[in-house]
């Protein structure tokens, strides 16, 4: 069975601190995705990677970076939190161009 | 580039009844439509996928979508919901290719309430 993990379901962290965010797949997939999901804006992508070392930015990257050293993790990083950057986070991977396997997210606070 | 809007933010209906969430797309090239359900405290769960072929696509727990590409919508439908079925629905597109990488364009999401 298809398996998209997340390090942690929820994650309360103080404004400055720099928080990092794991996912990880057991499926072999190519590509792995961060999005970040709030209410009334559906996910909007942070950051993708289609290979290990790779990554490309999305259409919010800014306050946000990402590392794949393995192919089966993907790690988001945020480098100094502030409060706008409270949110679910998703991560998701995929061997095709048509599927996607989401994790269960991380649920991210910061005060 | 492609976007997607969901019509309703929510959805109220009652058990048993049918309800259709609806969902329109623009893009100027080929693509393929998704529909993702999350459950409470949950990720997100494909529930069907149009690529090709019929229009009429047929996904789990009794839903189904149809692919309308003169009115580039993509609306989803059951014709019986039960409480189990309260949950947020977002519908997703990309471009088609052959290979690589996709990135998934989401709808605002549509919150599906279901009442006794």
């Known amino acids: 069975d298809v398996k998209v993990t997340q390090s942690s379901r929820y994650l309360v962290k103080r404004t400055g601190e720099k928080v990092f965010l794991e996912c990880v797949q057991d499926m072999d997939h190519e590509n792995m995705f961060w999005y970040r999901q709030d209410p009334g804006l559906g996910l909007r992508l942070i950051y993708f990677s289609y290979d290990v070392k790779m990554k490309e930015k999305g259409d919010i990257p800014e306050g946000y970076s990402v590392s794949r050293e393995k192919k089966e993790r993907f790690s988001l990083i945020l480098e100094s939190a502030s409060t706008n950057q409270t949110s679910m986070y998703l991560c998701?991977?995929?061997?095709?161009?048509?599927?996607?396997?989401f994790g269960p997210g991380t649920r991210l606070t910061v005060t | 580039a492609q976007s997607v809007t969901q019509l309703d933010s929510q959805v109220p209906v009652f058990e048993e009844a049918p309800v259709e969430l609806r969902c329109n797309y623009s893009?100027?090239?080929?693509?393929?439509l998704f529909w993702y359900v999350q459950y409470p405290n949950q990720g997100l769960q494909l529930l069907l996928k149009?690529?090709?072929?019929?229009?009429l696509v047929k996904g789990i727990n009794g839903f189904e979508a149809e692919f309308n590409k003169s009115q580039t919508s993509f609306h989803l439908r059951k014709p019986s919901v039960h409480i189990s079925d309260t949950a947020e629905y977002f519908c997703?597109?990309?471009?088609?290719?052959?290979?690589?990488?996709?990135?998934?364009?989401f709808g605002a999401g549509t919150r599906l309430a279901v009442h006794p």
């Open positions: 149009y690529l090709s072929g019929s229009t």
């Open positions: 997703a597109v990309t471009r088609q290719r052959s290979g690589g990488y996709n990135k998934l364009i």
């Open positions: 893009s100027s090239v080929s693509v393929y």
């Open positions: 998701a991977s995929s061997s095709t161009p048509y599927e996607q396997y």
